[in-house]
């Protein structure tokens, strides 16, 4: 900063003068994170809210378990129980998965492809605004009334005129602000992709996480838009007496079920579809070897295509069609290959090879193991005949919760724990995660294994009570306890990503050897990302690097080795 | 990793703990021919269900496995990704069909054996639900209804129409029907035909407000000629509850009138006196 200095008019300096006061002070680091529009800073907010929302949602769930826990308990009343359940549903979907798939593909993805910044960097920082704005709308409602209309709203009980309080206004509102949000976040990110690779990193040299990144951000650039219309539609009809959604007037309370279907899939597409990429990278850097790529980046692209497709699998037992039915099954069906070629690739690729267990293949192992539950159970979800029986029970919502808690939590800890290096500049403690991992995974599998009884029982979902003498006593009380030791888990392994950054030693830029660019900047990367841009010129840049530097510091050696027998 | 068998254990005792509940009870009371066809399936898809993920964890288990010896580079891969996506293919395409064959017959409209009161030969009885928050509401062919409790014959072939009146409730009957929507605008219709009489409980799936762990439904499946006395009697009942209602409306009416009368004669003689004293003064 440079300060003018007045001189006597008698006296004009000889030559010119610069005089500062030095480098102005960088400012509270609150304020530069708050004000920055740099994807960094964006991205480990964006992850940072998702990691505190699982610790929200999962002590929303314990809640609406412990009032499970025995038959006709009284221990939250059906008020409650809907409003817990209506924001644990919000949470987990909008403050949960979405913000920390995008989150972090938009804190990786620039670095893995070698930019120095986002393309339209102002637009990805508007919506992390609006999503946090949103994040806010939603839990300040608590104040007032939170929304109470089940997990998806289904018009036209969310309509003024059966449920005329504003809890559904908030739902929509804040749930508005945050697809809306992320999805100006993706867009950022799409552009970005498209425009500012670095020299040579044409697609087929693209990591599978950018690969994930574009794959995702075309998904969302396209569910997006469906979810807002739908959700300004209800606006439209609570508000200002529209008739979109009421069967009466000409409208169809089915459009809403085809529209957010088509959304709220394609998101556990978008989700699925991330975090067998971020295990893909995490396999690849951990067993030293490829996997075949056509193959994977083909499943994935499949992934999000045919399972956006299977909407209509939601709706088995609506009056729709019966064409749309057997195309649902179909679709839904026909993910059985993608989903089975990147399984097999992943688990043979592993099994192939020598490597060191640390806690991000720990994590991604788990979450291959419960998303196979999910997804194996899902087959039977999808079928007309059984559908008919077993949807809006249990039996689905197990489903659902072993899918989206492998790929989510355990996805989502198998990244963070990889990326966490790169992201603080500290190793994580291995040993507590490792504890965590455990504690986690068993209170998956107790909490939900027994649920698909439950379910197969007949015990519908969104209830806040049930009766004894139907055979669900036992599998409710083992998942209750299987909440309580999930959640410990989870605030052990959270605790631990907020203890590593000041307990643990600094780490290297590169601390796995991994093979992609985002090793090559420091740990954490400068605003900039990188001093120097390699040319790319195979799928694995920081390997060919790494190997540079080998040859030159042996040419070297070697021209001293020649030259020292001379002196 | 010693972590990982151990729940790898607590995962396969799980699996076979839930399977026997699971394998076995989809529906040990099928009451209609679809549901049988959804109980084989299930149990097909449940043995192929189960054998994927047994197969998927004990691979992953294998993969995590401690090595104590260096894993060799000899162990190349030896599927190609055609071969295997192909044979993927043929996996799922045989769960498809399948999985049609058997949803299709599940699907079919069983024929009556029986023919009863307000039914035309050959075709189902048709008998209309409402759901409402949060009640169903019965109407049978010959205008009496009921709330609740459903009555069906034996035998016959019912076509429930189900309609909304006000938000989207699921119709649930595992035995009969299993879950169908019921949404406003539209009527969903499913078919049953029960053969063995007995009574049915369940309740509604689909989210529907504060009442709706109260809404249950309940069928009650008698012989042709039991339904056939019994909604001709719920008929008469109903009439005669509505003649009892018309009749004590009827005399509130009259008494109100007659106590409006004597208002007004009271209030005439009023008027009249105070015209009187007005005269007076």
């Given at each position: 900063m440079s300060r003018t200095t007045s001189y006597p008019q008698s006296m004009p300096p000889t030559r010119p003068e610069i005089s500062s006061d030095g480098p102005s002070s960088r400012p509270a680091r609150w304020i530069e994170l708050a004000t920055s529009a740099d994807h960094k800073d964006i991205g480990r907010i964006l992850i940072t809210t998702a990691f505190g929302s699982i610790f929200l949602a999962a002590l929303e769930l314990l809640l609406m378990r412990v009032q499970l826990a025995v038959p006709s308990n009284v221990f939250l009343n059906g008020v409650t129980f809907d409003r817990l359940l209506s924001v644990y549903g919000e949470t987990a979907i909008f403050l949960v998965a979405l913000p920390l798939i995008i989150g972090l593909l938009y804190y990786v993805v620039p670095l893995q492809i070698g930019s120095r910044t986002t393309a339209i960097p102002r637009v990805g920082q508007i919506g992390l605004w609006l999503f946090i704005f949103g994040g806010i709308m939603l839990y300040a409602s608590f104040l007032f009334t939170p929304p109470e209309a089940g997990i998806n709203p289904l018009p036209p009980f969310s309509d003024a005129t059966f449920t005329p309080n504003n809890g559904v206004d908030v739902w929509i509102g804040s749930t508005g602000m945050i697809v809306l949000g992320l999805l100006m976040v993706s867009i950022d990110l799409l552009t970005t992709l498209h425009?500012?690779?670095?020299?040579?990193?044409?697609w087929r040299r693209a990591p599978l996480f950018t690969w994930a990144g574009a794959i995702v951000t075309w998904l969302f650039t396209i569910i997006a838009p469906i979810f807002l219309a739908a959700i300004t539609m209800l606006m439209i009809d609570r508000l200002?007496?529209?008739?979109?959604?009421s069967g009466e007037e000409g409208g169809s309370p089915l459009l809403w079920q085809h529209f957010t279907y088509i959304f709220f899939t394609g998101v556990y597409m978008a989700v699925a579809v991330t975090f067998l990429a971020a295990i893909g990278e995490i396999v690849q850097t951990f067993t030293g070897r490829e996997l075949p790529r056509k193959s994977f980046v083909y499943s994935l692209i499949a992934i999000a295509l045919i399972g956006t497709l299977a909407w209509t699998q939601n709706m088995l037992t609506a009056p729709i069609p019966s064409g749309w039915k057997y195309y649902g099954m179909l679709m839904a069906l026909a993910l059985i290959v993608p989903f089975g070629l990147i399984f097999y690739n992943l688990i043979t690729t592993v099994s192939q090879s020598d490597f060191h267990m640390r806690a991000p293949l720990r994590f991604a192992l788990g979450a291959l193991s419960l998303a196979s539950i999910g997804l194996a159970a899902e087959i039977a979800q999808s079928t007309i005949a059984i559908a008919t029986q077993l949807s809006q029970t249990y039996d689905a919502w197990a489903a659902t919760h072993f899918t989206l808690i492998g790929f989510v939590v355990f996805g989502g800890f198998a990244a963070i724990t990889y990326w966490y290096p790169k992201m603080t500049g500290h190793e994580l403690n291995e040993d507590r995660a490792a504890k965590s991992f455990g504690l986690m995974f068993a209170g998956t599998l107790i909490a939900v294994l027994p649920l698909f009884a439950a379910g197969v029982e007949g015990q519908v979902t969104d209830s806040y009570r049930f009766f004894s003498g139907e055979g669900l006593d036992v599998w409710n009380l083992i998942s209750s306890v299987g909440t309580l030791i999930l959640f410990v888990g989870l605030v052990l392994a959270v605790g631990n990503l907020v203890k590593s950054r000041t307990e643990e030693p600094v780490a290297t830029p590169d601390p796995y050897r991994g093979d992609s660019l985002e090793w090559l900047a420091l740990s954490p990367p400068p605003a900039h990302n990188f001093d120097v841009l390699p040319d790319v010129r195979s799928t694995r840049p920081m390997r060919d690097i790494r190997e540079a530097i080998k040859r030159r510091d042996d040419e070297n050696a070697e021209a001293e080795g020649v030259a020292q027998p001379v002196a | 990793m010693s972590l990982f068998i151990s729940l790898a254990g607590i995962l396969l005792g799980f699996a076979l703990n839930a399977s026997s509940a699971m394998a076995l009870s989809l529906n040990p009371d099928a009451a209609s021919p679809g549901i049988e066809d959804a109980n084989i399936l299930h149990w097909i898809l449940f043995v192929v269900i189960l054998a994927v993920i047994v197969v998927v964890n004990l691979a992953i288990l294998r993969a995590a496995r401690p090595r104590t010896r260096a894993v060799g580079a000899k162990q190349g891969r030896k599927i190609s990704q055609t071969k295997l996506a192909l044979g993927l293919s043929v996996f799922a395409l045989a769960l498809f069909v399948v999985s049609t064959v058997f949803s299709d017959k599940s699907r079919e409209i069983p024929v009556s054996t029986e023919t009863v009161a307000g039914q035309v030969e050959g075709q189902p009885l048709e008998i209309r639900a409402t759901g409402q928050q949060w009640l169903w509401r019965f109407d049978y062919p010959n205008g009496a209804f009921s709330y609740r409790r459903l009555i069906v014959p034996t035998g016959a072939t019912v076509q429930l129409n189900l309609v909304s009146t006000d938000v989207v409730h699921s119709w649930n009957l595992p035995e009969l029907t299993g879950k169908a929507l019921a949404v406003p605008g539209k009527t969903n219709p499913v078919y049953f035909r029960a053969d063995d009489p007995g009574v049915y409980t369940s309740r509604s799936s689909v989210f529907s407000g504060q009442g709706y762990d109260t809404m249950e439904i309940e069928v009650e499946v008698v012989p042709p000629a039991e339904y056939e006395a019994a909604i001709a009697k719920l008929r008469i009942d109903i009439q005669v509850a509505q003649d009892k209602v018309e009749a004590e409306f009827q005399a509130a009416r009259q008494k109100a009138d007659e106590a409006a009368d004597q208002v007004k004669q009271m209030d005439s003689t009023t008027k009249l006196n105070e015209t009187e004293s007005a005269n007076a003064e």
């Open positions: 425009n500012l690779r670095a020299p040579g990193m044409a200002y007496g529209g008739g979109f959604f | -």
